[in-house]
C-alpha cells in the first residue's frame, strides 16, 4: 500500500454503475432482462468528446484498471503501469473508461446477481455470453456516457480481442483500435488448456454443478488448480528459470509430496489468494468466451473479410517470450489487414516476461505504445 500517492497515478477513484433496465440479445439466443455494469473513468472528458477511450479487459481482470480504492490498497489497478498522468494512456489527455465484462464478479451482472425469474443467484444459469455481446453492452455504455466514438479501444489478450470485435462491429465509433498480445482466435492447444481449468473446476465436489451458492460453499481446490495452471501459462520457460529455477523452499529435499521448492509455493500462494477474489461460475464463463472468439469463422475463416468493413486505425503489439498468444499470431492480425489496405502499425517487443508482459514497464513496450498513443492524440485535433 502507497504511503502516498504517486506523482503519475489517476489517485483515489470510485467505481460507478449502469444500470439498463431494457432487455438485451445475446449471441447464446437467449435475452438478458436488463442488467447492471460496474465502471471506472480517469480524466475529464473533453468539450468535444472526442478524447474518450475505452480499456477492455482480460480473462481474470475488471473494472479497476488504474489508481487505488482506498489507501489501504496493497495494489493498484491492473494496467496502473500504462493509465496515468504522464503514462502512454495519459489521463492528463485523454478521458479513460474501464469496464466489468458481463458475466464478470466485480459488481457487473454475472453468475452471483439475482436471476429475477427464481429470487437466486444465477449461478449456472446465467447466460454463456461472447466478445461480441461483451462489445454492444460496451456500446450501451459509450450512449450512457454520450460517446458517440472512441478515439480508441485498447486491450491485452482477450481485451485485445475486444479491441478487434469493435474494430468489425462498430466501424465508425471508433478511431484507433489497439490489439495488444491478442490473437484472432484460440489454438486448439489454448482450448485444450481452458478445458482442463474447467474440469478442475467442475470435478471439484464442492462445485454442486455450478450451484455451490446454495451450499454457502466455493470449489477452492477446483479453482486453485485452474488458476495454477493459467498462471504458468502466463509465464514463460525463461521467467520462471530467472525467478524461481530450482531452488529449493527449504534448502534440501524432504522426500515427500509438500511443498519443496519455491515455485511450488508461489504457484499455491497465487492460487488460493485468486480463490478469495474471483468467482468459478465466472471463471468458467470467460474461459468459454475465449473459446468462441473467432470473428473470421463467418467470412469462410477470412479474417481479411470479417475486418473489410472496419474504418480504424490499428496498433497491433506482441511479445517474443509470450508462448500462449506467440507474436505469430498477431502477425496473423496485421497479415490481414494489410490484406485489407487497411492502416496497421505492429510492434513486436523483446521481452521474456511471457504472457503477462502486456502488464509489465518494459521500456520498449512503453515507448512503443506511447508513440501511437501520440497519433491517436493528434487525430482528436482533426
Not at 478521458?95 to 436471476?115: D, E, Q, R
Request: with cysteine.
Amino acid at each position: 500500500m502507497p504511503e502516498t500517492i504517486p506523482a503519475d497515478s489517476v489517485g483515489l477513484v470510485t467505481p460507478q454503475k449502469l444500470v439498463y433496465d431494457a432487455p438485451i440479445d445475446l449471441d447464446c439466443g437467449r435475452v438478458l432482462p436488463g442488467f447492471e455494469m460496474v465502471y471506472e473513468t480517469y480524466g475529464q472528458l473533453n468539450a468535444q468528446k472526442n478524447n474518450a477511450i475505452l480499456i477492455c479487459h482480460a480473462l481474470s481482470g475488471d473494472h479497476h484498471a488504474a489508481g487505488y480504492h482506498s489507501m489501504e490498497d496493497r495494489k493498484p489497478g491492473w494496467w496502473d503501469t500504462c493509465i496515468g498522468p504522464g503514462k502512454p494512456i495519459d489521463t492528463n489527455r485523454f478521458f479513460v473508461v474501464a469496464l466489468n465484462n458481463l458475466g464478470g464478479c466485480k459488481g457487473t451482472t454475472g453468475p452471483m446477481s439475482t436471476n429475477p425469474d427464481t429470487g437466486k443467484a444465477y449461478g449456472p444459469d446465467f447466460p454463456i455470453v461472447t466478445v461480441s455481446d461483451w462489445v454492444r453492452s460496451q456500446a450501451l455504455l459509450a450512449d450512457h456516457l454520450g460517446i458517440e466514438q472512441w478515439a480508441a479501444v485498447a486491450g491485452g489478450s482477450l481485451g485485445g480481442m475486444q479491441a478487434l470485435q469493435w474494430a468489425i462491429d462498430y466501424p465508425d465509433r471508433l478511431r484507433h483500435s489497439i490489439v495488444i498480445a491478442g490473437a484472432p482466435k484460440l489454438s486448439a492447444q489454448n482450448i485444450g488448456f481452458n478445458e482442463i481449468a474447467r474440469q478442475a473446476i467442475m470435478s471439484d465436489p464442492d462445485f454442486h454443478e455450478g450451484r455451490y451458492y446454495d451450499y454457502n460453499t466455493i470449489p477452492r481446490r477446483g479453482l486453485m488448480i485452474a488458476r495454477m495452471l493459467g498462471h504458468i501459462t502466463y509465464l514463460s520457460d525463461l521467467s520462471m528459470r530467472a525467478k524461481f529455477g530450482r531452488e529449493l523452499r527449504e534448502g534440501t529435499i524432504n522426500f515427500g509430496f509438500d511443498v519443496e521448492f519455491q515455485v511450488e509455493s508461489y504457484l499455491r500462494y497465487q492460487g488460493k489468494s485468486f480463490v478469495e477474489k474471483f468467482d468459478a461460475n465466472t471463471y468458467l464463463l470467460m474461459t468459454k468466451v475465449l473459446d468462441y472468439f473467432d470473428p473470421a469463422k463467418d467470412y469462410d475463416d477470412d479474417l481479411a473479410a470479417a475486418l473489410a468493413n472496419s474504418k480504424a486505425e490499428f496498433f497491433v503489439a506482441s511479445f517474443t517470450g509470450d508462448w500462449r498468444f506467440a507474436p505469430e499470431r498477431s502477425r496473423e492480425i496485421v497479415k490481414a489487414l494489410v490484406k485489407g489496405r487497411k492502416n496497421v502499425s505492429y510492434s513486436e517487443i523483446t521481452a521474456h516476461h511471457g504472457h503477462d508482459a502486456f502488464l509489465m514497464p518494459i521500456n520498449d513496450y512503453m515507448d512503443a505504445l506511447r508513440t501511437y498513443m501520440n497519433r491517436v492524440e493528434q487525430g482528436n485535433d482533426q
